[in-house]
């Protein structure tokens, strides 16, 4: 079985703090993908980032870094000095790389985080 | 390019009343999908297609319908809608199963009173 779990339900900073969100997945699948999405307040999906299995590289796309360790089934998200406008719920997702349930995701719960000025 | 597109935006039914949530992508992707966003639930499956004339079950199908005739479009049918059923239902397509990310539509806030 697949899952996702975000432990984090909500979030609160103030803003120019740096915020780790975290997430957890089980797979017994060899190859498989992760994401991340967000969620603003108006309500559309972003997609922020996608890591295959095959590639632990950290990736850092300006105060997002995302960090991917297999040994711990981890593939956390850290904004660094965050800011009102990163206030949103953000999901982690999985997909698996083969077999009929391809293209399907499954979402963690969510973690809301809001920023304060 | 539009992307994905789902209409209406916002619903309200009645009890035991049917309806269709519109989706078309313009994409030219392989698979699409429902999704439907409960609080502190996540986003859930309903059924999926991996192309036209293919759909299948997710983990929440019951009381919901699809087809898919066209590469282009996955309508969503609730056949007798329920207080259940109230949510925010998002239709989403990707290029194909090799982990390339979704697209997803604005989402239809759904009110079943």
């Known amino acids: 079985a697949q899952k996702v779990t975000q432990a984090q339900t909500e979030i609160s900073v103030v803003e120019k703090e740096d915020v780790t969100l975290d997430c957890v997945y089980e797979t017994r699948d060899t190859t498989y993908y992760l994401f991340w999405y967000k969620q603003p307040p108006s309500g559309e999906l972003v997609f922020l980032i996608r890591r295959n299995s095959f590639d632990e590289q950290n990736e850092i796309s300006g105060r997002y870094s995302w960090n991917f360790q297999k040994s711990t089934s981890s593939f956390n998200f850290t904004i660094t000095a965050s800011q009102v406008v990163d206030s949103a719920v953000y999901f982690c997702?999985?997909?698996?790389?083969?077999?009929?349930?391809?293209?399907?995701?499954?979402f963690g719960k969510g973690t809301k985080l809001s920023v304060k000025p | 390019n539009a992307g994905v597109t789902q209409t209406p935006k916002f619903q309200v039914l009645k009890t035991g009343q049917s309806m269709t949530l519109q989706c078309a992508q313009d994409m030219n992707h392989e698979y699409m999908s429902w999704y439907r966003q409960d609080p502190g639930m996540g986003l859930r499956l309903i059924h999926y297609?991996?192309?036209?004339?293919?759909?299948d079950q997710g983990e929440v199908p019951n009381g919901y319908n699809v087809s898919r005739s066209t590469t282009e479009d996955f309508p969503l049918r609730l056949l007798s809608a329920a207080p259940s059923q109230t949510s925010v239902y998002f239709c989403a397509s990707i290029l194909d199963g090799m982990g390339t990310e979704a697209f997803f539509g604005q989402g239809t806030r759904l009110t079943v009173v």
């Open positions: 997702a999985l997909n698996r790389g083969y077999g009929g349930s391809q293209g399907n995701l499954i």
């Open positions: 297609s991996v192309g036209a004339g293919i759909t």
